[in-house]
């Protein structure tokens, strides 16, 4: 059986101290849930304060981007290394909003994903279509070009050790949600992608999450699929109550 992985990206949000009161109150509750993996993934600012308000919780902190080298001239990014200093076991990479915004590119992730797993970490690399891709019929065909890209030259012991997220864009944020069968389809196309590359046997280890606009009422149905194995959280991670209500469901 897959164990469930619940991590919450909070992105360009809190302060310290609503970054310490956060992480204090996900650390109160997270004993209630010893057969579930929680991380939180505040803002690079705020990864030691978090780190110290966890404590000994079972939490695992983790960080929403890095960059593909070590140490280097490179003004205003942060490495793995730096992470793993700071406590951090997670790492996202590949967020819809990275990609978007941003600009990055499969070969982008592709080389920060190689950089965290040389490094130790785990990563969490997200991929997803936009509303037009959806609608036009190209889903599966814009999460093999993710996939392929993200992933390429992975060997089997490396793949092994990530985590996949399935964030379809028009759901992130915008309060829509993608239907459980919708996400499962999904999930299950990663999952077969997963086999054909590698084996069958790493396949059902891999840990898959669904994110976009996951919600306590919810998650529950989501979390149900066979193949969605927990959920990358935004906006209701920013609520203790609403983080550990999503936990809950799983």
Known sequence: MR?????????????????????????????????????????????DAVRQALGNAPVALGAQNMYGQPQGAFTGEVSAGMLLDLGCRFVILGHSERRQIFKET???VNQKLLAALAAGLTPIVCVGELLADREAGRTQAVIRRQFDGSLASLSAEQAAR?????????????GKVATPDQAQ??????????????????AAKVRIQYGGSVKPD??????AQPDIDGALVGGACLKVADFLGIAAAA
């Open 3 to 47: 164990r469930p992985l619940i991590a919450g990206n909070w992105k360009m949000n809190t302060d310290r101290a609503a970054a310490i009161a956060l992480a204090s109150g996900v650390a109160k509750g997270a004993a209630a849930f010893p057969n579930i993996d929680l991380v939180v993934c505040p803002p690079f600012v705020y990864l």
């Open 106 to 108: 499969d070969a982008d």
């Open 162 to 174: 990530l985590v996949i997220a399935y964030e379809p864009v028009w759901a992130i944020g915008t």
């Open 185 to 202: 389809q999904v999930h299950h196309d990663l999952r077969k992608m997963l086999a054909e590359r590698y084996n069958a046997e790493l």
């Open 218 to 223: 919810n998650a529950a149905a989501l979390l």
